[in-house]
């Protein structure tokens, strides 16, 4: 009998297995910082896998997060973001408040953050779309507040990824453009 063998991977280019107890195949992988990155295919096919760990390297090759990495970005994240870009960029006044339980939060002037931090405590970034957005609007709404106000809010949330995407090399512009699509002001929901 005829021994075959497989093609070992160049060191680099990450694994396909399977893993005890899953009929679907895993990836393995490594990022940019060095950290193993194990992912489920979901499907039961080599090339799927096969497929998605090169999709997986290649956004490793353009500097990009891990999906997994993404889903550890958490609304307060990116509040923290924003403030240290307002403090960086001298944007505005930013005014300190002393909470119940002994520490300051930093808010914007005149911006409204403290609705965006009741709403959105707690919440991923992967977790925020289009729903989580319109039941943010209803919310409002059902407190008697303009459509205007509301806006302006969730340009504050938008304002908000888009630092975080630059700052943490997210691939998710595609998908914050699709939660926010881009409207005339005459066709601005009301």
Known sequence: MKKTSTKKR?????SIGKVPGSRFFYIWYYDNAGKQHRESAGSELRSVAQELLN????????GEKSPTEIKSIRYEDMRQILIENYREKKIGKLVEENQADGTVKVYPYKRNLKVLDEFFAGMR???MDTDVFRAFRKKRRDE??????INRNLSLVRRMMNLTIR???????SRISRWFPTRARSERVS
Do not use: F, Y
Request: hydrophobic share 25%.
């Open 167 to 173: 700052e943490k090399s997210c691939n998710l512009q």
């Open 125 to 127: 970034l992967d977790q």
């Open 10 to 14: 160049e060191r680099g280019q990450g």
């Open 144 to 149: 008697n507040i303009d459509d205007s106000t």
């Open 55 to 62: 999709q997986r390297l290649a956004a490793m090759g353009r």
